[in-house]
């Protein structure tokens, strides 16, 4: 699918699987709000039920909107295939429904947004999916936590909201040992800071509803399949290898090689499953995707900004971002995000929850949200509304803390996003 890979990155992003339309001439990528597709004849028909030919049968599986989207994720991140869906949670839940039965397990970070470890620990626990969380800040703790039965590894870039960098090429290294694929979540950087199928990562899922779409109008994720693991390697994988039940007896890996992957996640999770992106949300996140390099410039650069900024003001105690110099996790920003980490951290105040209460309610530029990757800027007091649920030990492990405050700096002058904070803040000692 990334036939065009040798072009450079903001090239992709505007042109990666598009092409004028040959119907009318449209240079833009219509909107093809229509269920279904009309057949060439009963042959063409055949062969695309068969999947022996590629084309458009029903909007559930494929659609030509969402087609021209997942092919220009799959170039970004350097992948050979991609599968779109009806939003972040929704790729994860696809991406492990290709390597999972009932009774299997997989390793997650413990260090992943929230509703991530809501998804694993409880969602996925009906399906029979077991998960073993593990501090990843040490690698090795994925390794001893792999059983028999763990069919994958899963780990964020760039983790939301406590800013850990997690160091992919070890995590990936430990899941080809034991002969299992590596997930991760890279919606915090976007591919325009990080890609991790160049730090070994086989397989990586997006919410496009954050930095890639980037506007804050569209829900939406994404599965990137690498093409690099070799799902024959040992027995671990059925769906994939063997004869497949649910789609007539086809062998995915020997029919579709490096591509088995993609094909079953439209084939048998979308068909089955169903969650398939929208038309209308593919169009909003392509012209979003077109100036994802600019966008994640201006966002990290202005978060740099406004985190120096923070660090020099009395009534904060610290300021948690992966680009400042004093940072635990500097060092593996630098190797995995070198244009920067990204527009979402955290701060702590002096005030303790209170005080950050009061600074969130008394912003008037920044928008109180529960979300990131806009090109507004955001804030949020964890404590008192995304991690209310959890007792205060808890919220504390989370990075969620009493005394944290939660920013995705958006793309408006620094200069207006400090002044202000620096009214809210002032306001609230
Ligand atoms: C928001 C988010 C998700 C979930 O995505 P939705 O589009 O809201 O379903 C998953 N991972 C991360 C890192 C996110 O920020």
Redesign the pocket.
């Known amino acids: 699918m990334s036939n065009k890979a040798q072009q450079g990155f903001s090239t992709r992003a505007i042109h990666a699987g598009a092409s004028p339309d040959p119907s009318t001439g449209a240079r833009g990528t219509p909107i093809h709000q229509s269920t279904a597709f009309v057949f060439d004849d009963a042959d063409h028909a055949a062969a695309l039920f068969g999947l022996e030919q590629a084309g458009f049968i029903y909007s559930r599986l494929t659609n030509p909107t969402v087609s021209v989207f997942q092919e220009r994720v799959a170039s970004l991140e350097g992948g050979v295939g991609g599968t779109c869906t009806s ?6 839940l696809l991406a492990l429904f290709a390597l999972m039965s009932s009774g299997d397990e997989f390793v997650a970070s413990n260090k ?2 929230g ?2 470890i809501t998804q694993f620990g409880h969602s996925f626990k009906k399906f029979g999916w077991k998960v073993n969380f593990v501090d990843p800040i040490d690698p090795q703790n994925f390794r001893k936590a792999i059983n028999e039965k763990t069919k994958a590894v899963f780990t ?1 870039s760039l ?2 909201p406590g800013g850990v960098v997690c160091d992919i090429e070890a995590i990936a290294a430990i899941a080809h040992d034991e002969g299992i694929p590596c997930i991760v ?1 890279n ?2 950087p976007s591919p325009a800071l990080c890609r991790p199928i160049e730090f070994g990562a086989d397989i990586v ?6 930095f890639i779409s980037g506007h804050g109008n569209a ?3 994404v599965v990137v399949d690498s093409g690099n693991f070799d799902w024959s390697q040992n027995d671990k994988f059925p769906d994939l290898v063997e004869s497949c039940g649910a789609y007539h007896g086809l062998k995915f890996y020997e029919t579709f090689g490096n591509m088995a992957y993609t094909m079953f996640c439209h084939a048998i999770g979308l068909r089955d499953l169903g969650p398939a992106m929208s038309p209308m949300n593919a169009y909003l996140s392509l012209t979003g995707a077109e100036t994802l390099p600019l966008r994640m410039q201006k966002h990290a650069d202005n978060a740099l900004e406004v985190a120096q900024w923070l660090q020099g003001n009395s009534n904060v105690t610290w300021v948690s971002y992966a680009g400042l110099p004093d940072n635990e996790f500097y060092t593996l920003a630098k190797k995995y995000c070198p244009s920067g980490a990204g527009a979402v951290f955290t701060f702590g105040v002096a005030g303790g929850y209170d005080m950050g209460l009061s600074i969130v309610s008394n912003c008037k530029l920044l928008s109180h949200l529960a ?3 806009d090109t507004r800027s955001l804030i949020i007091h964890p404590a008192s509304t995304t991690h209310r649920q959890l007792t205060e030990e808890q919220q504390i492990s989370a990075g969620a803390g009493p005394d944290v405050v939660r920013l995705s700096i958006g793309l408006e002058d620094a200069a207006d996003i400090i002044a202000d904070l620096d009214q809210a803040i002032a306001a609230s000692s």
Not at 87 to 92: K, L, N
Not at 205 to 210: E, F
């Open positions: 939003s972040g949670h929704a790729a994860q992943l947004y509703g991530s964020e983790a939301n979540d919606t915090l899922v997006h919410s496009t509803t954050k829900m939406g994720g979300n990131i990757g």
